[in-house]
């Protein structure tokens, strides 16, 4: 019998995060703390938008490109906290996720052997998009020294002719690492002056804790070769929805809608519906979770210095990326002793890329309740392998 299954699907490897995931859905009284999914339920006006359009029966097909009145208010959004002023008409589109927007820019840009930049460690889904569209990943392997920003220096090392787009996960998962304007003016100058295209990947925008997140499209040059990849899963508390959307130049999004039409249809109509109400009276709902965000993150870093783990700080995202090389164990060993010794579920650095190899991904996208029970657990895990380690 002829083999049924492509060899590129084959070889790519499943995801290091719910490999942990589903170790914890199988063990009683485990704490997870490895899933980046906001504790919070979606604010109660945005729901009940949502089953208000239900009840009205909007249970039809969109428009492909997503609502019309949507795709305004995103541009609306997107105009007053990045400032880039996009035409909902041509230069929006809203997708089933920030995932399927990251997919879909990668398949409409790519031919095969271009090459892709991907700073790691970075969102899992990079990696494998970019095999999936015959691109090339290129790895940029981020340093903790500078607290895993992208330099210049950096950028230019990996360039080649075949060099064709840059992704810039910023506010980061797993590290919660920031790009400030300074930091992003640079790699501007470098694309441009490369003709390189940039993927920027901004789900965690309102999550950041050191002034305001800005966006690579606003620098000069940069509004024309970059598509900005967003959504209200992380911000809005609203995984379950599914909905993201992209912007950028017409000539890239009419190319991505082809793709979306064939394989998507649109996105759910009644996710779109409580998406409007989320972008026109959620702003509130977003500062009252980024200052619990906050709070749970400086707790996190007090008890790590408590713990002697060191940790650089993070301030975007809901993430911190402590260093684990003192042990002497990998970061999978760590992951798995910590998880079968005190039932606290964390994810190994290595899911984000082999650069992650001795940190540790741990979200605060929990209770503090939570946090701190698996915070003392994690202490005395510490203080054990420092015992064993004498």
Same mark, same amino acid.
């Given at each position: 019998?002829r083999?049924?299954?492509?060899?590129?699907?084959?070889?790519?490897?499943?995801?290091?995060?719910?490999?942990?995931?589903?170790?914890?859905?199988?063990?009683?009284?485990?704490?997870?703390?490895?899933?980046?999914?906001?504790?919070?339920?979606?604010?109660?006006?945005?729901?009940?938008?949502?089953?208000?359009?239900?009840?009205?029966?909007?249970?039809?097909?969109?428009?492909?490109?997503?609502?019309?009145?949507?795709?305004k208010?995103?541009?609306?959004?997107?105009?007053?906290?990045?400032?880039?002023?996009?035409?909902?008409?041509?230069?929006?589109?809203?997708?089933?996720?920030?995932?399927e927007?990251?997919?879909?820019?990668?398949?409409?840009?790519?031919?095969?052997?271009?090459e892709?930049?991907?700073?790691?460690?970075?969102?899992?889904?990079?990696?494998?998009?970019?095999?999936?569209?015959?691109?090339?990943?290129v790895?940029?392997?981020?340093?903790?020294?500078?607290?895993?920003?992208?330099?210049?220096?950096?950028?230019?090392?990996?360039?080649?002719?075949?060099?064709?787009?840059?992704?810039?996960?910023?506010?980061?998962?797993?590290?919660?690492?920031?790009?400030?304007?300074?930091?992003?003016?640079?790699?501007?100058?470098?694309?441009?002056?490369?003709?390189?295209?940039?993927?920027?990947?901004?789900?965690?925008?309102?999550?950041?804790?050191?002034?305001?997140?800005?966006?690579?499209?606003?620098?000069?040059?940069?509004?024309?070769?970059?598509?900005?990849?967003?959504?209200?899963?992380?911000s809005?508390?609203?995984?379950?929805?599914?909905?993201?959307?992209?912007?950028?130049?017409?000539?890239?999004?009419?190319?991505?809608?082809?793709?979306?039409?064939?394989?998507?249809?649109?996105?759910?109509?009644?996710s779109?519906?409580?998406?409007?109400?989320?972008?026109?009276?959620?702003?509130?709902?977003?500062?009252?979770?980024?200052?619990?965000?906050?709070?749970?993150?400086?707790?996190?870093?007090?008890?790590?210095?408590?713990?002697?783990?060191?940790?650089?700080?993070?301030?975007?995202?809901? &993430?911190?990326?402590?260093?684990? *090389?003192?042990?002497?164990?990998?970061s @999978?060993? #760590?992951?798995? %002793? /910590?998880?079968? +010794?005190?039932?606290?579920?964390?994810?190994?650095?290595?899911?984000?890329?082999?650069?992650g190899?001795?940190?540790?991904?741990?979200s605060?996208? &929990?209770?503090?309740?939570?946090? *701190?029970?698996?915070?003392?657990k994690? @202490?005395? #895990?510490?203080? %054990? /392998?420092?015992? +064993?380690?004498?």
């Amino acid at each position: 019998m002829r083999n049924p299954l492509s060899t590129k699907i084959v070889d790519i490897k499943p995801s290091g995060i719910r490999k942990f995931f589903d170790i914890v859905n199988e063990m009683d009284d485990a704490i997870s703390l490895g899933v980046g999914e906001p504790d919070f339920d979606t604010p109660w006006h945005i729901r009940e938008e949502g089953i208000f359009s239900l009840e009205s029966g909007k249970t039809f097909y969109t428009s492909n490109t997503g609502l019309k009145e949507l795709r305004k208010e995103i541009s609306h959004y997107l105009l007053r906290r990045i400032g880039v002023k996009y035409d909902p008409n041509h230069q929006v589109i809203v997708t089933v996720g920030g995932s399927e927007a990251i997919d879909i820019a990668l398949r409409s840009m790519l031919d095969p052997g271009d090459e892709v930049l991907i700073p790691q460690p970075s969102y899992v889904s990079y990696e494998p998009c970019t095999v999936l569209a015959d691109g090339v990943p290129v790895i940029i392997n981020l340093k903790e020294e500078n607290e895993f920003r992208l330099t210049k220096e950096e950028l230019l090392e990996h360039i080649t002719d075949k060099t064709k787009i840059l992704i810039l996960p910023f506010p980061n998962n797993p590290t919660g690492a920031i790009m400030e304007e300074d930091d992003l003016r640079a790699i501007a100058e470098v694309c441009v002056e490369k003709d390189i295209f940039v993927l920027s990947d901004e789900i965690y925008s309102e999550l950041t804790y050191k002034g305001e997140h800005t966006s690579i499209a606003r620098m000069p040059g940069m509004a024309e070769r970059t598509i900005v990849i967003n959504g209200f899963s992380k911000s809005y508390a609203m995984t379950g929805w599914r909905l993201g959307y992209a912007a950028g130049p017409t000539q890239i999004i009419e190319q991505m809608l082809k793709i979306h039409q064939f394989a998507i249809m649109c996105a759910p109509t009644t996710s779109q519906y409580a998406a409007i109400e989320a972008l026109r009276n959620g702003d509130k709902d977003v500062a009252d979770m980024r200052e619990s965000y906050d709070q749970r993150r400086r707790f996190l870093m007090h008890s790590f210095k408590k713990m002697g783990l060191d940790c650089f700080e993070p301030f975007g995202a809901f &993430y911190v990326f402590p260093s684990i *090389k003192r042990f002497g164990l990998t970061s @999978e060993e #760590f992951a798995t %002793r /910590l998880l079968m +010794e005190e039932k606290v579920a964390v994810v190994p650095g290595t899911a984000f890329g082999d650069c992650g190899e001795g940190f540790l991904r741990i979200s605060y996208a &929990y209770s503090l309740a939570d946090l *701190k029970k698996a915070l003392s657990k994690i @202490e005395a #895990f510490v203080e %054990r /392998l420092d015992r +064993e380690n004498k």
